[in-house]
Structures are given as structure tokens and as C-alpha cells.
């Protein structure tokens, strides 16, 4: 996220996300990296989705549910 996202490699940053939600599934950090880049990639959809997921993971992780990601 850190690396492929800001270099505008979206898709890339999206596999290597995808790669470690299956390293590590209940990561609020990583369900927030993955709402990064798909806002970052204007799939915005996908990005509250993933927001919802971080939220529900742990109810009290604010960068899930602060930011750029107050769309609700």
C-alpha cells in the first residue's frame, strides 16, 4: 500500500493487499489498507465495504472509520 499506491500502481497495490488479507484475515490494518486503495482506485463501493468490514473486525479502530473514510 505504501509503495505501489502512491507510485499510481492501483492494481498491483490491490494484489499485494489482497496477498496479505489471506496472510492474515482479521487484520483492521489491512481491511483499512485495502479501503485505501480502492478508494484510491475510485471503486469507491468496494472501499466503504471494506470500511464496514474493518468496523466490524473491531469496533474501535478510528482510522476505519475517520478520514477520507467518513462516507456514510
Do not use: T
Not at 489491512?30 to 480502492?38: F, G, H, L, Y
Not at 478508494?39 to 479502530?61: G, K, V, W
Amino acid at each position: 500500500m505504501s509503495c505501489l499506491a502512491p507510485m499510481g500502481r492501483l492494481d498491483e497495490a490491490l494484489q499485494e493487499m489482497q496477498f496479505a488479507v489471506a496472510l492474515d484475515p482479521v487484520s483492521s490494518i489491512i481491511s483499512r489498507d485495502v479501503a485505501m486503495v480502492n478508494y484510491c482506485r475510485r471503486d469507491f463501493d468496494s472501499a466503504l465495504e471494506e470500511c464496514d468490514h474493518a468496523i466490524a473486525l473491531n469496533p474501535h479502530f478510528p482510522p476505519a472509520s475517520n478520514g477520507i473514510f467518513c462516507l456514510v
